[in-house]
């Protein structure tokens, strides 16, 4: 097995220390960065808005279930001296259902939540894939690399600031 594993290797080597038959060929590439699109882009504002509006409105509807149970359960021990055990019992295994639904249907809206803002991420990134695509072949490029997986680049090669422009123009907000 060890001895497969050396004729591939040994294989890989020697195609990729082949002489390129006399000719080089000239790459046309360019880096764009992603992060920079997803923050400062219009949609990208429009979409972090819309998030923080979610999730307070989110907080604000978590913490009325909380207020509404804690005072259910605050009416409950109130009565409690005046209530016999079966009463009491049934009271409370109510509440703990009441909190067991509770917990479902905040859980339910959250995954919901989470996933609409997914969705207009990725609507986000799909539109800058395109762009960016439409600006390569507009330009000649040969490849497009993302700016967080280089480590030196010529300022030159960097096509961000135009898939910016064209993205604000083309997708100025989001919808969640």
Known sequence: ??????????AFAALMLAPTQGHTADLNIAVIDIQTLQKQS?????LDGQIASM???????VDGEEKKLRDKEKAILAERPKLKEDE???KADGFQKEV???QKKLQDRKTSME???????AKL????????SAIGKDKGLDLVLMRSSTVIVNEKLDITADVLKALDEQMPDVKI
């Open 1 to 10: 097995m060890k001895a497969l594993a050396y004729v591939f290797m040994a």
């Open 42 to 46: 219009k949609a990208a504002q429009s």
């Open 55 to 61: 999730r307070k409105s989110f907080q604000s509807e």
């Open 88 to 90: 009491l019992k049934a």
């Open 100 to 102: 067991t639904a509770s």
């Open 115 to 121: 996933k609409s803002i997914a969705d207009a991420v």
């Open 125 to 132: 990134r799909n539109e800058i894939v395109k762009i960016t």
